[in-house]
């Protein structure tokens, strides 16, 4: 684990790799109904996997493919939704990005520059 990512950086490290896990085995659990659930559960390993080499202090390629696969998931999530309006899309934006900008400050200090 990096010593330069501080303890809340790491808390919420992981977190996020808790969420990933649970979003691993629950669309794999629904893969029989379609599609988008497989592709979510593989979206869901590149969240993992990204998480998982950040906690071990790799930088910028990593934290790159978890925001891919969280990104991804968070379409996925918005193209099942049936009432998606105004202030639900800007709901959606702030969040995605709070969650990216939450984790690149978590790993700041890891990436080469």
Known sequence: MSKDIHIIGKIWLFFMGALATIGIVTNLL???????YII?????VAELVGVIFMLKGKGLIYLCIYAVGYVAN?????MASSTVTASWFTG???????????????VRKTLKK
């Open 40 to 44: 979510s559960a593989c979206a869901c």
């Open 30 to 36: 629904a893969a029989s109904q379609g599609i988008t």
């Open 74 to 78: 968070a379409v996925l999530v918005a």
């Open 92 to 106: 959606f934006i702030i969040g995605v990005a709070l969650n990216v900008g939450l984790t690149y400050l978590a």
